[in-house]
């Protein structure tokens, strides 16, 4: 198969040759490496890559993915990172405007006529930027001779992968990770690795986000060996009861065996070391394992983190290991009784924030430490719940939210708020993904994209289908797809409140934005049929976050009102050289001319850009404690 | 510094009362309006005589509610004033003749056990609101100052309302009793009480310059410089001067900045140089909202309704 330019233009293509998402577990070769924390099958690709920047489709590097390019005139970059951030392109931050106002006129393919295919309307663009990337790897040793795949974090916002000359594939979805099978073609050294990432796609359409609007591999890259036998996919469904305070777990899995025969065994420990399950089968492809009956378990709640730690080895018929797959677990229930969210048997009161990725020198590409100094901070100020707005975190967040006890509202990377939301007001002339058809793939790839990576975090306590992005067959069916492949969840969607012909079929919460105290009361005393909660309240601007306790105190009046998520944990500004005195200075929308933007909108956080709290976090801190 | 049973001295002026203890020395001048100069143990505190202050620098929910369009006249409130009308009083008798010519009949012996003096603003508003501020001064120094907005009907709401006295360097630091952090009416139920030292002159990082460092309930702030402007004073010993709630207590910010300065900065780097301090001490503040930055103002408790009137009294003496 070839590359096709005009996938970028087409919403009916966001994957060719993509692996299925699997869920985010590591996997080690040998217990040693296990014990070190450092497994001998994965390979990072990330570093110094070469580059080139092009201002559209046209006159960029076609053939440079072949062998015998010559790319002695590329740059080189740094992966993962925002191109424009490495000075190529502009920054730009607007907030529900699509990123081409007023440079561009665009309608998303079949939204106003079925005959509109959108063909050319990015890969014909005079101002499409194209980031051309070329990575010289050898394979590191221990992997020679394996199965090799390639992952791609977070890759903004459409790429075309080669290897050593032969296309690979393709891939949509900046904030989920893409895999690709690079057997194939992959020689033990001197390997070519050619990327092609597209600033904007038809995906631009569903990743209307309010944030600034970057491009690139943004997050990491890594090759991964799949030994003789390889866990592909894991879902551990531990079940509580919370009545009799008991525990099961079931384990369904997914392996790839070069060879017949091997066993798994399983086996899981509490944080004393106790063993309270082992169970060992022959392997197969699709196997189930069903703990009989784990007794009392402690289960894991905000304040009492407790985790098990359950333990794959995956063994081939001569009994050596091949694989080993740690993964932390932990056993709670949420659910709805009597139109309250529950939680471990106790009403859910939600102390939330959402949190973009942010960091002032890097963007989205944040690092572990700045992550690990969101918990702490989180922590310290009694939030206990987080709404990753508006998409997929990277990887590690949600092992660290599990490990931390803050529940997440995880959301899929969906918003298209500029379709139908214009000049202020509910205008969906023209929207997506809506009930068009084709949309509805894609949209449902992304769920299934975001589902199945990060399904095993007991944190996860509600799948968001999104933001923002109004209602119709589409967002429907993404609800479906999570009520059938995961009924142990909430259901997450505030687009609702727009359009009330899907207010009962979608959504297990009602869940409003920026209510005020005397809206959300007038729902409540109404005979309501869901739990309320706000997705998004007390926008932190500057200077703001007055008249809390009016909406604390609710929580007090109103047990199905259940708490919310401030808008938002931190400012977005860019850290970036003032042009007169030389010095640091944050710098938001608008001071990049770019244009139009939303300018200082992009700053509403509990903290600072520069992750230093800001004075209205006192006032977090006291009333998210007091209500803990 | 209090030297009890000592009169005040009082200077007659042409244009000016000037008046003199143990340790202290102000001037009143007709011409300014108000406290022109107000010297404890030989240091000038102030940079411009005080006015009352009506503007805070817009905050984002501010400009998001449409507050400093529906208000901004108190913009140039803030910054433009007339002085109306002024008295002087001793001893609980109001002086007729106090400006030249009529000053000629003093003999420069003049003393009193209590001086005040009166001044009375008028807004450039439409129509016009009258602030009386009286500065009543003891024996020890003490200055009691009594501040009465009138209310006026037909007037947007006030965003703010009380003193700004701009001194002529920077201070060193601040303490202050009242609640700890950043505090406005709708946001201060997490703030402890106490005492606190505030070093330096902070300016909140907000990434657009606008209101902050409000202290809301003081009990008392001591403002401390080591820096003059006198040329001709080599000392730089830290002293302070203490405003201290007198009834109700109030709420003050002390920043390197006006009102005006943060209001036209659209990043922290435009803002000047830090090289005065600018003690506002309030007796009304406006909530800050939070609902929403677009739309939502602050619950209608936390307005100031300028139909009403506004009453507040607080003291200045020398830090403790």
Known sequence: MEADIRWIDNPEVFRVNQLPAHSDHEFYHTTEELLHGKSSLVQSLDGQWQFHYSINASVRPVSFYKKDFNAADFDWITVPGHIELAGYDKNHYINTMYPWEGHEFRRPAFSMEAGNTGEGSFSSASWNPVGSYLCRFDLKEGMRGMRINIRFEGVEQAMYVWLNGAFIGYAEDSFTPSEFDLSPYIEETGNILAVEVHKRSTAAFLEDQDFFRFFGIFRSVSLYARPGIHLEDMWAKPFYRVEEGVGELELELKLSCIKQGGTVRAVLQDEEGHICMEQEE???????????????????????????????????????????????????????????????????????????????????????????????????????????????????????????????????????????????????????????????????????????????????????????????????????????????????????????????????????????????????????????????????????????????????QYEMYQGGFIWDFIDQALWTEDEVTGEAVLRYGGDFDDRPSDYEFSANGIVFADRTEKPAMQEVRYYYGKYR | MANIGEKLDIIYGDATLGVRGHGFHYIFSYLTGGLESMVIQGKEWLYRTPRPTFWRASTDNDRGNGFCTSSGIWLSADMFMNCIRYEVWTDGKMEKRITAPGNNHFTGKEKARVVKAIFVYETITVPAAAVEVSYQIEETGKITVRVHYCGQNGLPELPVFGMRFVMPTKAVGYRYKGLSGETYPDRMDGAKQGVYYIRGLPVTQYLVPQDCGVHMETEWVEIYRNKTQDNSMKNTTVSGVRFSALGHKFAFSCLPFTAEELENATHQEELPLPRRTVVSILGAVRGLGGIDSWGYEPEPVYHIDAAKDINYSFQITAAE
């Open chain 1, 282 to 556: 022959t392997i197969k492809e699709k196997m189930k394992l069903v703990s009989d009956g784990l007794g009392k378990v402690t289960p894991w709640e905000y304040g009492f983190p407790y985790l098990y730690t359950l333990l794959l080895e995956l063994r081939d018929a001569d009994g050596n290991i091949q694989e080993i797959v740690p993964y932390k677990i932990g056993f709670r229930t949420i659910e709805i009784c009597g139109r309250v969210i529950f939680l471990n048997g106790r009403r859910l009161i939600l102390n939330g924030v959402n949190r973009h990725e942010w960091s002032a020198r890097r963007g989205r590409a944040v690092t572990e430490e700045e992550m690990d100094w969101d918990i702490r901070c989180m922590q310290r100020n009694h939030i206990n719940a987080v709404r990753t707005c508006h998409y997929p975190n990277q990887i590690p967040w949600y092992a660290k939210c599990d490990k931390a006890g803050i529940y997440i509202m995880s959301e899929t990377n969906l918003e298209s708020h500029g379709s139908w939301q214009k000049m202020g007001a509910v205008e969906p002339s023209w929207n997506v993904p809506g009930s068009i058809p084709q949309w509805r793939e894609a949209v449902l790839d992304r769920a299934r994209t975001h589902f199945e990576t990060f399904k095993n975090h007991v944190s996860i306590i509600f799948w968001s289908l999104g933001n923002e992005s109004y209602v119709g067959e589409n967002i429907k069916l993404m609800q479906d797809f999570f009520r059938q492949s995961d009924p142990t969840r909430l259901i997450h969607y505030e687009g609702v409140f727009h359009n009330r012909v899907y207010g009962d079929a979608i959504s297990d919460v009602e869940s409003q934005m920026y209510a005020p105290p005397g809206r959300i009361r007038e729902y409540l005393e109404h005979n309501p049929s869901k739990p309320f909660i706000l997705c998004e309240y007390m926008h932190n601007m500057g200077n703001s976050l007055g008249g809390l306790k009016s909406y604390m105190e609710l929580l007090d």
